[in-house]
């Protein structure tokens, strides 16, 4: 009876709040999608540059920092960030910006590095220069690993972003911590829930891209060396 009566009333909460979940998911979605767009600007093109220069001291480096960036308690991140850029999004997404380079970076490594040297050696023999070999043949090869790193990091990124709430950015951590101050499990749920659906239908999305662009690409990049 007691847990008719509570789904009775989340319900009711829902109907009444829904407008408060839909500005927190929408700014959870900002979040995220700044951090992992600025994660990838910075991630794959050094990835693919580390892939194609065999420089060992750049690549130890490079790792190490983002190895450094990823160890770093997230609390405590935030909590550096937010002394030095201020309470709000700005400090948010550059923390979780940093947090998705290594993931992004590492797969987009590996996916270069596992292209067959042959057919790169066998676009170089038909004329293809060095960008034309790096877009039309690496570069789609590579692409699943990349999607992978993006899916795997976008996970990450939203699962992280409900700490946000926590400096004043927003988005469904704002909800949880609400919830947790007043005592209200409608408020808790609606952002937990919120957000676990928000990672489920993100990586069904991107699972989806990345079957259906990895199609296209391989085949184009096989037949451009045939």
């Known amino acids: 009876m007691l847990q008719s009566d509570f789904w009775t009333n989340y319900w009711e909460f829902i109907q009444l709040r829904y407008p408060d979940i839909l500005i927190a998911t929408r700014e959870h979605l900002t979040i995220t999608a700044l951090a992992i767009l ?18 060992k001291w750049l690549h130890t480096l490079t790792f190490t920092i983002a190895n450094i960036f990823q160890t770093i308690p997230s609390l405590a991140l935030l909590a550096i960030l937010m002394s030095l850029l201020g309470i709000g999004m700005k400090s948010a997404v550059f923390a979780l910006f940093l947090y998705s380079l290594l993931p992004i970076l590492r797969n987009t490594y590996a996916g270069f590095t596992s292209v067959d040297h042959s057919l790169v050696e066998s676009a170089r023999g038909m004329g293809y220069s060095a960008l034309q070999r790096l877009l039309l043949i690496q570069f789609p090869l590579a692409f699943p690993y990349i999607m992978s790193g993006l899916r795997m990091t976008t996970v990450y990124i939203i699962s992280w972003t409900t700490l946000a709430a926590l400096i004043g950015a927003g988005g469904l951590g704002e909800l949880i911590v609400s919830g947790i101050g007043v005592n209200k499990k409608e408020l808790i749920i609606s952002g937990a829930v919120s957000a676990i659906l928000l990672a489920l239908v993100a990586d069904f999305i991107l699972a989806s891209i990345e079957r259906w662009v990895s199609r296209k690409t391989k085949s184009t990049a096989v037949s451009s060396t045939v």
């Open 38 to 55: 600025l994660g990838s600007l910075v991630a794959v093109p050094i990835g693919m540059f580390l892939a194609n220069n065999k420089i």
